[in-house]
């Protein structure tokens, strides 16, 4: 029964944990967008740093992040006026194994547990 609570529970946490994770690091992106720098190459790779320092500064260990698929240069996108952030876990079964009871799997684990965070400047 414990384990049932507990591993039904630690998804939905996790995911709500990567979600917001996403969102802080998005209003770090936009809180600083380095005017000076002119050059949007140089902006994206300064603001990619200030991401990837949301994510390591919060609780999630290093190896549960990856980066999302449509994602190629990191964690942040930015196309055009749309910026987003995107992390995952790509193996939830990693961080809470699932039991096998009687032919079921407690708990039942998506692929991948994702949060993603989008907000388009004008």
Excluded at 39 to 60: C, F, G, H, K, M
Aim: charged content about 20%; hydrophobic content about 45%; glycine content about 6%.
């Amino acid at each position: 029964m414990f384990y049932g609570l507990v591993g039904y529970s630690m998804p939905l946490l996790l995911a709500a944990t990567y979600q917001e994770v996403a969102a802080d690091a998005l209003r770090e992106a936009i809180r600083h967008q380095d005017i000076q720098l002119g050059d949007p190459i140089l902006l994206q790779a300064s603001q990619q740093v200030r991401v990837r320092q949301v994510i390591a500064d919060s609780w999630l260990p290093a190896d549960w992040f990856a980066s999302c698929r449509g994602y190629p240069d990191g964690p942040l996108r930015v196309t055009g006026d749309l910026w987003s952030v995107c992390l995952r876990h790509d193996n939830p079964r990693s961080i809470l194994p699932p039991l096998s009871l009687l032919g079921w799997e407690v708990p039942q684990l998506p692929e991948e547990i994702r949060g993603e965070a989008s907000i388009r400047i004008r």
